[in-house]
């Protein structure tokens, strides 16, 4: 079984900067892609951004310029710098992780963290 944590969400200025965080552990041989989706309140789950296990990254075109997603592979742990946050930004944030535990693939979710942005 795999657990995946966010962190660094929370309140925010419009212009400011956010930093996520996804703590991945558990039964993990690596994880091929980790992504971050985000749900705004009566809309569904859209991707944000995405970056495989050989650092090929995928924006949004909402996002693309502002957003940064990164991983950490040692320690199975994916980021996601927001800068010059909007007010459309705000939603709940997942980060979604595709991951091989050594014998199978499966699809994992954490379980999301807010970010308001103020206008």
């Known amino acids: 079984q795999v657990q995946l944590v966010e962190s660094g969400g929370g309140l925010v200025q419009a212009g400011g900067s956010l930093r996520l965080s996804c703590a991945a552990s558990g039964s993990i041989f690596s994880i091929s892609r980790l992504g971050w989706y985000r749900q705004a309140p009566g809309k569904q789950r859209e991707l944000v951004a995405s970056?495989?296990?050989?650092?090929?990254?995928n924006y949004a075109d909402s996002v693309r310029g502002r957003f940064t997603i990164s991983r950490d592979n040692a320690k199975n742990t994916g980021y996601l710098q927001m800068n010059s946050l909007k007010p459309e930004d705000a939603a709940v944030y997942y980060c979604?992780?595709?991951?091989?535990?050594?014998?199978?693939?499966?699809?994992?979710w954490g379980q999301g963290t807010q970010v308001t942005v103020s206008s």
């Open positions: 970056v495989t296990s050989g650092g090929t990254t």
């Open positions: 979604n992780a595709v991951v091989w535990d050594g014998v199978r693939v499966a699809n994992y």
